[in-house]
C-alpha cells in the first residue's frame, strides 16, 4: 500500500475479532483516529472445522455428519466461524454506523455468501439447535442479507454489499487441510478459481464503483442501498427466498437477535 500511495498513513491493530469485545476495543481505537469511515471491508473466516473441542484447524472424522453443536466454540458459547463469519462483522458496523455516517459515500463490504442464502429457523439463529456443514454455511449467509435489508433502510447514507467472491485460490486450503491435502484440493479446483488478484481487482471495483449507491444518494427512487452480488458485481439475490424470509418477517428477526447476542456478550 505504501508502494502505491508513500503519502498515505496506514495502521494494523491486530486482534482476534472471534472475542466481540476485542471487536469493541478495535473500533474504539479506529474512531479516536478516524473522522469518517469511507469503507468497513469485512472479511473475517476461514475453514475451521475441529475436533470437538480443539480450537483446531483440521477436518474431524464426522465432516460429513449432522452434529448438535458447534464443534468449536467462543466464550460467547457459539461456533467460532459463526462468530467471525456473522456476529464479529455485524459488531463492527454496529460500532462504526456513526464513523461511516461521517463520511460523503461511505459503503460496507461483507466478503462471504452472497445469494447462497438457505432457509432458517427462528430458533436457530446461533446454531445451537442444529449444527450441521450446511447450516454454518448458510445460516451467515441468510442472516447478512437479512441484516443488510434492516441496516439499509434504517441507514439510508451507507451502501450494504453482501458479496460471493467465487473460489479464490489462496493458501487457506494448505493452511487449513495441511500441505499435501491442502495442495491436492487446491489443485483439484484450480480450473474453477480466481487469483488473489484478479479477486482483489474485482473487490476494488465493488468498493468504489458508483453502481452500488446508498438508499439515499441513488436517483432510483426505489433503490434498496443493499446488494447481494457475486464476485463480478452481478446480483446474485435468490428473489424467491428472499420473499418468503421477508413475508415471515426475518430481517427484523435477525436484527433483534444480533442485538441481544451483542447485549449478552459485550456488556
Not at 88 to 96: E, G
Not at 139 to 158: C, G, Q, V
Not at 206 to 215: D, M, Q, R
Request: proline share 4%; hydrophobic share 40%; with cysteine.
Amino acid at each position: 500500500m505504501k508502494a502505491a500511495n508513500n503519502n498515505g498513513f496506514y495502521h494494523f491493530i491486530p486482534a482476534d475479532v472471534s472475542d466481540l469485545r476485542k471487536v469493541d476495543t478495535v473500533c474504539q481505537d479506529l474512531k479516536s483516529k478516524v473522522v469518517a469511515l469511507d469503507l468497513l471491508f469485512l472479511t473475517s473466516g476461514g475453514i475451521a472445522f475441529s475436533k470437538k473441542g480443539k480450537r483446531r484447524h483440521c477436518i474431524p472424522e464426522n465432516f460429513h455428519s449432522r452434529q448438535t453443536k458447534p464443534s468449536t466454540e467462543t466464550d460467547a458459547k457459539i461456533d467460532i466461524n459463526h462468530i467471525l463469519r456473522y456476529y464479529s462483522r455485524m459488531r463492527f458496523i454496529f460500532n462504526l454506523l456513526p464513523t461511516l455516517e461521517s463520511a460523503k459515500f461511505p459503503r460496507v463490504v461483507s466478503i462471504l455468501a452472497g445469494g447462497k442464502e438457505i432457509k432458517i429457523e427462528e430458533d436457530n439463529l446461533d446454531l445451537h439447535k442444529e449444527f450441521s456443514l450446511s447450516t454454518s454455511n448458510g445460516y451467515p449467509a441468510s442472516m447478512t442479507s437479512l441484516a443488510f435489508e434492516t441496516l439499509a433502510f434504517d441507514h439510508p447514507s451507507i451502501s450494504f454489499l453482501h458479496v460471493f467472491p467465487g473460489i479464490v485460490a489462496t493458501p487457506v486450503l494448505k493452511n487449513s487441510m495441511g500441505s499435501v491435502v491442502g495442495s491436492i484440493m487446491g489443485f483439484l479446483i484450480k480450473p474453477i478459481s480466481i487469483s488473489m488478484s484478479d479477486s482483489g481487482e474485482w473487490q476494488t471495483w465493488l468498493s468504489t464503483s458508483a453502481e452500488f449507491p446508498s438508499k439515499k444518494n441513488s436517483t432510483n427512487a426505489s433503490a434498496s442501498g443493499y446488494y447481494i452480488l457475486n464476485h463480478n458485481g452481478k446480483d446474485a439475490t435468490n428473489k424467491a427466498l428472499m420473499a418468503q424470509l421477508r413475508e415471515k418477517g426475518f430481517p427484523s428477526i435477525v436484527w433483534k437477535h444480533t442485538i441481544a447476542i451483542f447485549d449478552r456478550n459485550c456488556a
